[in-house]
């Protein structure tokens, strides 16, 4: 089939620093490319074609619209991964034949309100979780593909040594837990890494403030780390820990698979779908109360590594494009939901 991936414009495909749409649509586009179909994505200037072709845009995402849009009647199927998915309007408006599917990640459809005015959205949850908060919010079907830990980069070796720190890995907000883990750390006296998004983050002032109390020895802050030291912190880390405060940041997981795949437990709060990957007592502790996370950093050493790395198999490369596969196929012959 020709297929038309349609990424977000905050960075090409192929950059230093993890951003997890668009890391999921190049490998996505790859393994299709690989498979024999006929892939083109639309993506960022300065994405270089891989397995597949590169349509480069800039700018923001109504104004790089009007120069694929002229594009669309020529493929099979448009897989729409954009943030704000103008393919829906023009498909209302213009185009109602446009065989569209529109997976979301979480921060895209949390911003729906009511449901696309067009008889199939063809939505694509990250998590069952996400897909019954979000069925039941609009009044429409959601399908399920779990994303997959993004790969270990070629020639990575990992300390042979773990160390005796807490990692915590994910944007500096509110929601994410940051401060409960720095506070984790602060009662127990164990040290703790923090590492993600500090800059492009919803309240400046939260994060100043949280990074006032990082003293450099119990509690470091690496910020924004680039891929290679991203997994360098997994795989020393005595554990990820992640008190997550909201439903929607705990929607994917991907971070969580991260830790699994370096063989590194979880520390969490039942959230989202932490459920769907974390088994309580086997590749990490799922908490229910801010209050037992202490005691689950405790008992940590009992998970086992082993444990962990077989958790992050079930959700790899292959089997995400396989369903994408499958319900690529169920639009093209008109079997919508």
Known sequence: MKLLLISTLTKPLQ????????????????????????????????????????????????????????MLNQFDAVMDFSSLKYTIVHKHDENPDLKLICPCYPYQAIGYQTSPPIPFPNFIATSDAMAQAMSAKLGCAFRVVHYFPSPIPDGFEASKERSDRLLFL?????????????????????????????????????????????????????????????????????????????DSVAWTCQTILEAFQHGIPVITMNRGAVNEFVKNGTNG?????????????????????????????????????????????????????
């Open 285 to 337: 502790f799922v908490c229910n109360r801010l209050e037992d996370l202490s005691e689950a950093v405790k008992k940590i050493d009992e998970i086992k590594s082993e444990a962990c790395i077989q958790s992050a198999k079930e959700f790899n490369l292959e089997e995400t494009v396989n369903k994408y596969q499958s319900l690529i196929r169920q639009v093209v012959e008109q079997q919508e939901w």
């Open 170 to 246: 994910g944007r500096f907000e509110k929601t994410k837990g940051v401060q409960e883990a720095v506070d984790l750390a602060r009662q127990l006296r164990i040290g703790l890494d923090l590492a993600g998004e500090d800059v492009l983050v919803s309240d400046q002032r939260f994060t100043v403030l949280l990074l006032q109390k990082a003293d450099g020895r119990l509690v470091r802050v690496y910020g924004k780390v680039n891929e290679s030291l991203k997994h360098e912190l997994l795989a020393k880390a005595k554990a990820l820990v992640l008190p997550y405060l909201e």
């Open 15 to 70: 950059t230093e620093f993890y951003g997890p749409v668009e890391s999921h649509v190049r490998f996505v586009a790859k393994e299709l490319g690989k498979r024999g179909h006929d892939v083109w994505v639309v993506a960022l200037k300065g994405t270089q074609p891989e397995e597949f072709k590169v349509v480069e845009v800039e700018g923001e995402e109504g104004k790089a619209f009007e120069i694929y849009k002229k």
